[in-house]
């Protein structure tokens, strides 16, 4: 048996999907049943058996699973590690992280955990922009990012992994002590003389758009009175102030409910999903390593 039919073998149990497997190992679909079939005609016996929707591991492949898992993720370091020492790479990447209020927490411990895993890399992680991410990308100057999958769309070319399979919620957000928050049927009908939160185009490459596809999806238009915020920390103060109301992704302010009334809206046309990306090949090991550890941290999202 080769690595490449033990990686194959653990994505597919890892997601009980075929295609969303190989979307991890950036392969097709079809090279990925390829080598599944292999790999059970050589054990002599199944690993999956198809459900209505997916596959699920049989006895022999849970067995399997059970250590294989471990096995390709320290295959996966110890040949990333050689390649660095052959290569003569410079042990030190550099990690953007976009704000993205409480769920950043989360991510922290991810990176204190992903240390722990790497122990020879010094390891820089840096709070920044989209657009600082997408120039420092183009200069060679990141390794990865962790941000809102729809800040990048249609920007540079890179390698994506969703770190949580739902889509976030679209929630608008005031101060507790706001009159709109005493309302049990609020929508965003009910923000149209209210004066809206705006991130500023430095501080997001999206949101304006998505903000404008959140009203158009109910028909409505985007409130005039607006006030522009260069930072989701200043944002999130106006709210707590009671100077405007926003409409944001959940994440944003998650965990202020002692201050800020929040209401979940279901527009999931418009949402997204937080993503790790990165652009070089070298990364990959290390890429999915973290990923790993993303998703088990934000957990909450699925």
Known sequence: MTITQIECFVEVAKFGNVSRAAESLFITQQAVSGQIKS???????????????????????????????????TLRISIDKARDYHSGRNEHIRIGLA????????????????????????????LMTPIQMIQLFDNGELDMAILYQSEFER??????????????????????????????????????????????????????????SFFSYYGLEVPKNKKEYASRRELEMALIAGRCVAVVYEPMFYGEESMLYKKALDMPQVSTRISLYWKEDAMDTKARSLADIL?????QFD
């Open 39 to 73: 790999l059970e005609k050589e054990l002599g016996f199944p690993l999956f058996e198809r459900k209505s929707k997916g596959v699920a591991l049989t006895k022999e492949g849970e067995i399997l699973f059970a250590d294989w898992e471990q096995i390709r993720n």
């Open 99 to 126: 704000d993205m209020g409480k769920c950043s927490e989360d991510i922290m411990a991810s990176f204190f955990q992903y240390q722990q895993k790497y122990k020879e890399l010094t390891i820089d992680y840096e």
């Open 155 to 212: 920007q540079i070319p890179l390698k994506c992994i969703p770190l949580h399979r739902k889509l976030l919620n679209i929630c608008i957000y005031m101060s507790k002590n706001h009159p709109l928050a005493q309302k049990e049927d609020l929508s965003l009908v009910h923000l149209e003389d209210e004066t809206l939160g705006v991130l500023s185009g430095c501080f997001s490459l999206d949101y304006r758009k998505k903000q404008n």
């Open 295 to 299: 998703k088990a941290n934000l957990i």
